[in-house]
Each structure stands twice: as structure tokens, then as C-alpha cells.
């Protein structure tokens, strides 16, 4: 079974830092797509973040700029680099691969 395991999230104020790891049970993980997902109460979940296999990345319109999203292959992560945080960044951060899902992490960006 895959497992998907963030960490990284907290407290933090407006224009601050953070950064989010998931770790991959698998090394599959590597060659498929991976991404950062967010999701706040009552809305759906929306893409941040994305990296192919090959290393592409891509960004939601929100965030770029701001945040980067890299791999480290050799632990089967990828990390997600927040700078720049504003209020509207508060959300539960989801990692994805493998077609599977992390438990989330929560970040809260106060004003």
C-alpha cells in the first residue's frame, strides 16, 4: 500500500516561510507526476504545485512566484518552498502521487 506522509506545516505570520516535505513509500514515486494540493472548508481542492517525472514543474496562478516545488529522488520526496505567505495561504496541504493521497498538514498564515 502506498503511503504518502507530509510534515513541514504550522503557525506562521504574513510574509513568513515554509517548508513542506512528503515522503513517498515507494520509488515509483519518482517517475510519475507529484504535486501539492490545498483545500480550505467549503471549497474545493485546488493544485499549487506539480512535477513530472522528468522534473517539469507548473503553478497555481496564486502562488507563483512564491512558492517552489522540488524532488529529492534519492528519499522519494518532494518538498514545497513557501516564502511570501499571505492570510489567503491558510489551508490543509494535501501531497499526491501514485494515485494516492497524504493525510494533510495544516498551514495558518497570520495577518
Known amino acids: 500500500q502506498v503511503q504518502l506522509v507530509e510534515s513541514g506545516g504550522g503557525l506562521v505570520q504574513a510574509g513568513g516561510s515554509l517548508r513542506l516535505s512528503c515522503v513517498c513509500s515507494?520509488?515509483?514515486?519518482?517517475?510519475?507526476?507529484r504535486g501539492w494540493y490545498r483545500q480550505t472548508p467549503g471549497k474545493q481542492r485546488e493544485m499549487v504545485a506539480t512535477?513530472?517525472?522528468?522534473?517539469?514543474?507548473n503553478y497555481g496562478d496564486s502562488v507563483k512566484g512564491r512558492f517552489t516545488i522540488s524532488r529529492d529522488t534519492d528519499k522519494n520526496t518532494i518538498y514545497l518552498q513557501m516564502n511570501n505567505l499571505k492570510p489567503e495561504d491558510t489551508a490543509v496541504y494535501y501531497c499526491n502521487g501514485v494515485e494516492s493521497w497524504g493525510q494533510g498538514t495544516q498551514v495558518t498564515v497570520s495577518s
Open positions: 512535477i513530472t517525472g522528468t522534473g517539469n514543474t
Open positions: 515507494i520509488s515509483i514515486f519518482n517517475r510519475l507526476a
